[in-house]
């Protein structure tokens, strides 16, 4: 790829949509209503997950910033996540979202549904932010580009195709419409900024598809215990 000016690149950046996870078939079932209540909140347990390593990534890439002014706008984030103020934060409102669709608070706090692989593709993510530069960490979270359509959709069709979930739960989705689109506007200008020659600018493209590709995973993962009824180490226990 030759070097792109911002326009293009931004262009070529959001053409990245076709590797979202909303085009998972996991998640094309669950936006076509056909999930089970345990994949649903299989689902949920294994994002709360990602929900509260959100704002450790985030503290990582602050971390690493020495820029007053960055640091200014992206700690909003954390923000968002753990709650400030009379604000509950979006941990809480996933917390509330497992409820409403029947798990227990404790059985999500303690992470003993969360599995193996989708711990591990989190934990990469957390461990990049640490170790990258925070430009490359920035860049990392433009999956956000993509995050509103895959948030509205659950708005428009869960409460027809899963009318058992309680409408509480849909608190953090609500949130996050108007939180994304203000975030990614913050770490698209970083990007475009910052990765202004052809090998940066290829090296964008490569940390978006290494984020978008954890994503992946993780329902990957799911689709085997939930799906396929193939757990980890199914065959070697008896659960």
Known sequence: MSLLDKKAFEAELRSYERFYHIHHPFHIDMNQGKCTREQIQ???ANRYYYQIKIPVKDAAIMSNCPVQSVRKHWVQRILDHDGYGDSEGGIEAW?????AVGLSRQALVSESLVLPGVRFAVDAYVNFARQASWQEAACS????????????KRLDHWPEYYPWIEKEGYRYFRQRLSEARRDVEHGL???LDYFNTEPLQNRALQILKFKLDIL??????MVMAYV???PPYHCVTNR
């Open 42 to 44: 299989g689902w949920v």
């Open 95 to 99: 917390l509330r979202l497992g409820e």
């Open 141 to 152: 979270s433009l999956t956000e580009l993509f995050a509103p359509t895959i948030h509205q």
């Open 189 to 191: 200008a970083i990007t």
């Open 216 to 221: 992946w995973s993780m329902l990957d993962a």
């Open 228 to 230: 396929y009824d193939r």
